[in-house]
Nanobody, 122 residues
Framework: QVQPVESGGRLVQAGDSLTLSCTASERTFNNYGVGWFRQAPVKEREFLARISWSGISTYYADSVKGRFTISRDNAKNTVYLQMNSLKPEDTAVYYC???????????????WGQGTQVTVSS
């Protein structure tokens, strides 16, 4: 079972940029698509972006399209989420997840990290 781990969350100012990382020690991590999600207090978990196992295919939620970029470096077993022009409403715990079956993007059948906190001050 792949166990992803998020890192990179911290306190930033509005307008700043921040890059989150999602990594796993298992080489099989590279066999799966990965998604980024976030959850703010008293809100439901929100899908942000996903990337295929090869890195060729990406998809974004409308709420972050044009500001966030997902990428992966399979040589480093890492998926990144670059976030630009951050806003206070981007404050949340950010999670990455692997798909349960390759190519299916069935996140709730996959593995989730513990999350990393991003706080954007105004």
């Amino acid at each position: 079972q792949v166990q992803p781990v998020e890192s990179g969350g911290r306190l930033v100012q509005a307008g700043d940029s921040l890059t989150l990382s999602c990594t796993a020690s298992e080489r099989t991590f590279n066999n799966y698509g990965v998604g980024w999600f976030r959850q703010a207090p008293v809100k439901e978990r929100e899908f942000l972006a996903r990337i295929s196992w090869s890195g060729i295919s990406t998809y974004y939620a409308d709420s972050v399209k044009g500001r966030f970029t997902i990428s992966r470096d399979n040589a480093k077993n890492t998926v990144y989420l670059q976030m630009n022009s951050l806003k206070p409403e981007d404050t949340a715990v950010y999670y990455c997840a692997t798909e349960g079956s390759r190519g299916q993007y069935n996140w709730y059948s996959g593995s989730w990290g513990q999350g990393t906190q991003v706080t954007v001050s105004s």
